[in-house]
């Protein structure tokens, strides 16, 4: 194998890296944030799953955004 093949091996390999640390900071922390926030409005509400729900709904949407946008600019 030559230094050209094992340069190549070794960017794909830190770009995927890269891929999966992005996408895991973009699912996980809305997921975090709007999850523990709506766990704190139902507690201080009294409505036991909605604001969980809603939470993890907009976290759902948001993190669909921000993928939709790395999958975008991964196909240019």
């Known amino acids: 194998m ?3 093949q ?3 091996k070794e960017d794909s390999l830190w770009l995927a ?4 640390w992005d ?3 973009i699912i996980a922390i809305p997921a975090a944030v709007f999850g523990f926030g709506g766990a704190y409005l139902d507690k201080y509400e ?3 799953p909605l604001f969980l729900l ?3 709904a907009a976290a759902l949407g ?3 955004i921000g993928v939709k946008r790395i999958v975008k600019k ?3």
């Open 17 to 20: 890296l890269k891929l999966a």
């Open 74 to 76: 991964i196909i240019r």
């Open 2 to 4: 030559s230094n050209d």
């Open 54 to 56: 809603l939470g993890l």
């Open 6 to 8: 094992k340069k190549t």
């Open 62 to 64: 948001l993190s669909s």
């Open 23 to 25: 996408l895991g900071y």
């Open 46 to 48: 009294g409505t036991s």
